[in-house]
């Protein structure tokens, strides 16, 4: 608790003051860009990766960076959605999961969720994706290649969940919205995103940059 406290005493006598002005034009409103869903790890800083800062961003955290398909579960990640899409009118939804993800590890060893039984249940939305991956690899595959290649597959499941909600296939139908699927790998601070038409994650900085319908 101490290191919290004396952080917020350092932004209250540097940062502040600083950033007092940006403050003041967001006291009454926000237009953030994009919608950014990714997991509840603490390792996951997204300002810090994309050098965004308040207001950037419209935040959305859950573990496993999992979006529930529409209908099956009103909730926060539901009402998320529908508020920064259909009032916010972002213009982009970013899904983004990252490496040695805990939520990924637990649907890869099925006991270690035995006595979670909200984070299994929960985990039910992932689980198509790893049926997904354990069709296309090999029993040779390791523990690694099958943990990495979850964690795409996830990412690419989540993507068409979204897709699912109203609020967002309508977004997508007319130009306003791009929905991106991305992973942050840790050690490396790289971040890959889903090409849709080679159906691979590439280096983000090699992507094209996304265009809008309108
Ligand atoms: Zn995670």
């Given at each position: 608790?101490?290191?919290?406290?004396?952080?917020?005493?350092?932004?209250?006598?540097?940062?502040?003051?600083?950033?007092?002005?940006?403050?003041?034009?967001?006291?009454?409103?926000?237009?953030?860009?994009?919608?950014?869903?990714?997991?509840?790890?603490?390792?996951?800083?997204?300002d810090?990766?994309?050098?965004t800062g308040p207001g950037d961003?419209?935040?959305?955290?859950?573990?496993?960076?999992?979006?529930?398909?529409?209908?099956?579960?009103?909730?926060?990640?539901?009402?998320?959605?529908?508020?920064?899409?259909?009032?916010?009118?972002?213009?982009?939804?970013?899904?983004?999961?990252?490496?040695?993800?805990?939520?990924?590890?637990?649907?890869?060893?099925?006991?270690?969720?035995?006595?979670?039984?909200?984070?299994?249940?929960?985990?039910?939305?992932?689980?198509?994706?790893?049926?997904?991956?354990?069709?296309?690899?090999?029993?040779?595959?390791?523990?690694?290649?099958?943990?990495?290649?979850?964690?795409?597959?996830?990412?690419?499941?989540?993507?068409?969940?979204?897709?699912?909600?109203?609020?967002?296939?309508?977004?997508?139908?007319?130009?306003?919205?791009?929905?991106?699927?991305?992973?942050?790998?840790?050690?490396?601070?790289?971040?890959?995103?889903?090409?849709?038409?080679?159906?691979?994650?590439?280096?983000?900085?090699?992507?094209?940059?996304?265009?809008?319908?309108?």
């Open positions: 608790m101490e290191k919290l406290i004396a952080g917020y005493k350092k932004f209250r006598s540097e940062v502040y003051p600083e950033k007092q002005d940006l403050f003041q034009q967001l006291a009454q409103s926000q237009n953030p860009q994009a919608l950014f869903l990714t997991c509840s790890d603490s390792r996951i800083v997204p810090l990766v994309l050098q961003l419209f935040h959305c955290r859950d573990v496993g960076n999992i979006v529930p398909p529409y209908g099956e579960m009103p909730g926060g990640v539901s009402a998320t959605i529908e508020y920064a899409v259909s009032v916010l009118k972002v213009r982009h939804f970013i899904i983004c999961g990252h490496s040695d993800c805990g939520a990924m590890k637990g649907l890869l060893n099925h006991r270690s969720l035995d006595s979670l039984p909200n984070a299994a249940s929960w985990l039910r939305f992932s689980r198509p994706a790893l049926e997904t991956i354990e069709k296309t690899l090999g029993p040779e595959a390791s523990y690694d290649q099958r943990l990495q290649t979850l964690i795409r597959a996830n990412v690419v499941r989540q993507m068409e969940h979204a897709r699912t909600h109203p609020s967002v296939a309508a977004a997508l139908a007319s130009g306003q919205l791009l929905l991106h699927g991305w992973t942050y790998d840790i050690p490396h601070g790289i971040v890959e995103a889903f090409h849709p038409e080679s159906s691979q994650f590439l280096s983000l900085d090699q992507m094209p940059l996304p265009v809008h319908a309108k």
